[in-house]
């Protein structure tokens, strides 16, 4: 008799802090039948349905406050749940991995109802209500940072760190890189995940000449909402919103300026990438913040909160590090000291262990 493969739904959705991670524990279950949930006009939109089946449900986060707002987003939510639970049995699914975020809710609500296991991947060193809340619920619940496991119950967490997908660890994709930039020329890199950073990218803009003088190439990904982005005009300065190859520039790049995402600092932190962390300043819980520590304190970056970094500041701190290239490389070792490569692995013998048990 045949062997019926193993059916997940991985209900990741929004950002690529959310959907990265699973792409890349999803990469490494490839006798699974894996299946997505998302919401409509979200990032998983343009990136899932090229490998997986996209099931997609009406649901958002609450908002501050209670009002009729909310009313409606609980009603949303209370159609979503159900909404889940006919996708899990007509498609006879045997769990659910998800990486936290609002989809999450009606995910854990509608498998648990069900009697399936449930996996959730915190990435975030400070955990979200979300994960706090749900995490109680789900079968087992990994997360990116050693510092997350303080927050969550101690008998079903575990520290996977957080996956990245396998191009990230190919030590030769660096050659890849398809950009004219010279062979011998310290090269930044400035991005703000992927929801872009308008004043981070002003900030930059106005430093670089600074940073050209010396020699350096800036490869600045603007993001999509930025009005001001083909202000700056340059020879060794390459502007565009988004950038396909990010390993191979994260790898050919000395340094990197950039939001503290926690999908951001484990690809910084794989690639051995020094960088400037200035963390999203209305981040829930301010966690981007303590992702940036987490760096900083392993010495493989420098934080600078938004409201305290001036142009000045800015411009002298990259000059200073440019003009120190052993600095620049100790910092990179010590990059490397906070990535854990095979986190995808580790993920995948626990989802396997968790759904097939």
Known sequence: MAHTPIRLLIAASGTGGHLFPAIALAEQLPDYQIEWLGVPNRLETTLVPKQYKLNTIEVEGFQKGFGVSSLLT?????????????????????????????????????????????????????????????????????????????????????????????????????????????????????FGGSQGAVSVNKLVRESAPAWFDVGAYVVHLTGDNDPEADNLKHSQYISMPFYNNMAALLQRANLAISRSGAGSVTELAVCGTPAILIPYPYAAEDHQTYNAQVYTTAGAGILFQQKELTTQKLQNQVLELLQSPEKLQQMSAKAKTVAVPESAEKLAQLVREVVER
Request: proline share 8%; aromatic share 8%; charged share 15%.
């Open 74 to 190: 609980l009603g949303k939510l209370c159609g979503s749940i159900l909404q889940v639970r006919k996708i899990l049995q007509q498609g006879k699914f045997d769990g659910v991995f998800t990486t936290g975020g609002y989809i999450s809710g009606p995910a854990v609500i509608a498998a648990r109802s069900l009697g399936l296991p449930v996996i959730l991947h915190e990435s975030n060193a400070i955990p979200g209500k979300v994960t706090r809340f749900f995490g109680l619920w789900c079968n087992a619940v990994a997360v990116g940072f050693e510092a997350a496991t303080k927050y969550l119950p101690k008998n079903k967490t575990i520290y996977t760190s957080t996956p990245v997908r396998s191009i990230f660890l190919d030590p030769g994709i660096a050659a890849s890189l398809d950009l004219p930039i010279p062979e011998d020329v310290p090269v930044i890199v400035v």
